[in-house]
C-alpha cells in the first residue's frame, strides 16, 4: 500500500532556506516514487512551492475560516490556491493550545478548504493529562465528531486525519504501535457511527509525534496507519528523503 508523508515546516526556514531546500530534496527524491508526498510551507515560502519536483504536493500550515475580509495578518483559502497549494493542515494542537483554536472554529475551516478544492489534514489527539486520565478516546471523539459537522461521506476522500499524540509532539517520545492502533479504531469507530462502514473502511489515518529516520522504521510497519505526518525531522531533506524510503 502507498503511504503518505506531509512534512511541517512549522515556523522554519526564510526564503532563501526553502529555496536551498528544495533544490537538495528535488535532487535526493527517489526516481521509481509510488507514495505521496507533500511539503507543508511557511507562508512566506508558499511561492517557491512551483520549484518542488512535480510530484510533491505543496501544503499550507493553516488558513482562515472567512473567504475575505478585515483579518490582518490572516491567510484565505483563495490565497492558498491561486499559489497552488493542494492541501492545508487543520487543527494542528498547536493552533489549539496557543492561539485557542475550538473544533468549532476547526470545522469551519474545514468546510472553507472542502469548498476551495482543498486537501485537509484534520489532527486530532489528546495531551498526557488526558492520555493518564484515560480520557484518549471521549477525546479523540469529541474532536472528530466536532470538526466534521456538516461534513458529508463523499467528502471525507479528501480528509486525512493525522492522529497525533500531543504527548509525543516535539518530545522525543513516540507512541508505541499497539496505542497508535487503538487509537486509530476509536477513529475509525468514529468514522463508521457518524458515516458508514465503508467509509470507515475508506478514511485515510496517518501519525505524527517526533517522528525520525530511526523511529519511524517501526511504527510505518503498522498496517493500521497509512503514513506519516513529520515535523522537526522534515526540516533536513536528507533525514526527510529516509523516513520516505
Not at 178 to 200: C, M
Request: with cysteine; net charge neutral.
Amino acid at each position: 500500500m502507498n503511504k503518505i508523508f506531509i512534512a511541517n515546516f512549522k515556523m522554519n526556514k526564510t526564503n532563501d532556506e526553502v529555496l536551498e531546500y528544495i533544490n537538495e530534496f528535488n535532487k535526493l527524491i527517489p526516481k521509481n516514487l509510488s507514495d505521496e508526498i507533500c511539503i507543508c510551507l511557511p507562508f512566506t515560502a508558499l511561492c517557491n512551492g512551483k520549484f518542488l519536483d512535480e510530484r510533491v504536493v505543496l501544503g499550507a500550515q493553516n488558513m482562515h475560516e472567512q473567504e475575505f475580509g478585515a483579518f490582518t495578518g490572516e491567510i484565505s483559502a483563495d490565497m492558498l490556491k491561486n499559489l497552488n497549494v493542494g492541501l492545508v493542515i487543520l487543527g494542528h494542537s498547536e493552533r489549539r493550545n496557543y492561539f485557542n483554536e475550538s473544533n468549532e472554529k476547526i470545522n469551519k475551516k474545514i468546510k472553507t478548504a472542502l469548498r476551495h478544492g482543498l486537501k485537509v489534514v484534520l489532527c486530532v489527539g489528546e495531551t498526557k493529562f488526558q492520555r493518564n486520565s484515560k480520557k484518549t478516546n471521549q477525546v479523540l471523539k469529541s474532536q472528530i465528531e466536532e470538526a466534521l459537522v456538516g461534513i458529508y461521506e463523499n467528502e471525507l476522500s479528501s480528509v486525512i486525519i493525522a492522529y497525533e499524540p500531543v504527548w509525543a509532539i516535539g518530545t522525543g517520545e513516540v507512541a508505541k504501535n499497539g496505542d497508535i492502533s487503538t487509537a486509530v479504531k476509536v477513529i475509525r469507530d468514529v468514522i463508521s457511527n457518524l458515516y458508514s462502514e465503508n467509509a470507515s473502511k475508506n478514511q485515510k489515518i496517518i501519525y505524527g509525534g517526533s517522528l525520525t529516520s530511526e523511529t519511524s522504521k517501526n511504527i510505518l510497519k503498522n498496517d493500521d496507519i497509512c503514513g506519516a505526518l513529520i515535523g522537526g525531522a522534515s526540516l533536513n531533506p536528507n533525514e526527510f528523503i529516509k523516513i520516505i524510503s
